[in-house]
């Protein structure tokens, strides 16, 4: 019989976007479902939240009926672990508002290492495999710190499987734009496939914006721009994905396809949701979403909105299977994306506002503490 650990290996070795949403969601559940009572195994905090669920583990029949957690129960130090603290490698922080405490999700070896592949699978669904020259929208300092790691930090090493070199493009405190290093990466790969990326404010108002405002073009006719979050800023400014996309592309001189904006949390570090070319995100075969309507969270029919739940069959050092996060989003179709890939396709839509979110999901202030 194979191990737990095995089960993840193997998922992990197929197609990112395998077969149709039941056969996957059936084949994640049950790996899901094992973690779920592996995770209640190392951690009695964690247990007694599953124990108090109105579903009994043995007894759920789907994704939906297994114990979610509010993303809420990672802010606390020290992080909940399932793991002996001298087995954690890393500590890995939130990008939590001024004054809000950070999540902290605590990492050991095998869970990194599963991370890594599961978010370079994805990857190269969407860019391909090819390594190539990488330039950071950001400063060398954020990528700094190996024993704590900031979402910043996480996101810009998760490319580096894809990256024959790295060059950050910002420097200093207020991330001011290094002329020399973004002139030097031009003129050595300006014309060559590159990779770019970037926090998607810090790409927008410390690069893209000055830049636009000069008139300058970069040239990097066959780069791959991609960002994750941040995005609160934008929308106050009323800087919509599409002016966002257009703006980008016409600084960096790239088709405007060949920008990707991607969601991705510390709390389901391992996958990613890039943008397909038909502006929707998919679930990999080794997680699901689910999308869970804001009063009763029960899941919503398709096109429906709701609240996020993320689910992810990869880490073992933190219990982060089921998470119900503060991101609403819209399920947009099962099974029917114009871009090939099975399974739902769904939209972000905006965070939930500041009150709290209620039913089941309110049981971590009570339970777990």
């Not at 998470?323 to 972000?348: M, V, Y």
């Amino acid at each position: 019989m194979s191990t737990l650990d095995e089960k993840i290996d193997a998922i992990l070795t197929g197609p990112p976007y395998g077969p149709g949403s039941a056969e996957a969601a059936a084949r994640v559940f049950t790996l899901l479902r094992e973690q779920v009572i592996h995770a209640a195994s190392q951690s009695e905090v964690y247990a007694n939240y599953v124990r108090h669920w109105p579903i009994k583990v043995e007894h759920a029949q789907s994704i939906e009926e297994l114990p979610y957690i509010p993303v809420s129960v990672f802010k606390r130090n020290p992080p909940l672990a399932l793991v002996p603290s001298d087995k954690i490698q890393r500590t890995l922080l939130s990008s939590a508002t001024t004054g809000q405490e950070p999540s902290r999700i605590a990492i050991d070896a095998p869970t990194a290492k599963r991370m890594t592949k599961g978010v370079v699978a994805i990857l190269r669904d969407f860019i391909g495999s090819a390594r190539r020259p990488y330039l950071v929208v950001d400063s060398a300092e954020t990528n700094a710190n190996a024993a704590s790691l900031g979402a910043r930090g996480a996101a810009i090493r998760a490319l580096s499987p894809f990256a024959t070199e790295t060059v950050y493009c910002l420097k200093g405190g207020n991330l001011d734009i290094d002329d020399e290093a973004l002139g030097e990466f031009i003129e050595q790969h300006g014309d060559k496939p590159v990779i770019v990326y970037g926090f998607t404010s810090i790409l927008w108002t410390k690069l893209i914006t000055p830049l636009a405002a000069k008139g300058k073009t970069l040239g990097m006719q066959q780069a791959v721009i991609l960002h994750s979050g941040g995005w609160k800023k934008l929308i106050a400014e009323s800087v919509t994905k599409e002016v966002f996309n257009i703006t980008a592309s016409q600084v960096f001189g790239c088709q405007k396809e060949k920008v990707i904006d991607y969601y991705g949390m510390v709390e389901n570090l391992g996958i990613i949701y890039p943008d397909c070319i038909a502006g929707n995100k998919h679930a990999p075969a080794f997680g699901a979403v689910v999308i869970r309507d804001p009063l009763t969270l029960k899941p919503v029919i398709t096109g429906g909105t709701g609240i996020v739940q993320v689910c992810s069959a990869l880490p073992t050092s933190f219990p982060g299977h089921l998470l119900l996060t503060e991101d609403l989003a819209t399920l947009i179709a099962e099974d029917g994306c114009p871009c090939g890939r099975p399974g739902s396709a769904f939209r972000f839509v905006g965070r939930i506002s500041k009150a709290e979110v209620r039913g089941c999901g309110n049981i971590d202030r009570q339970r777990i503490a």
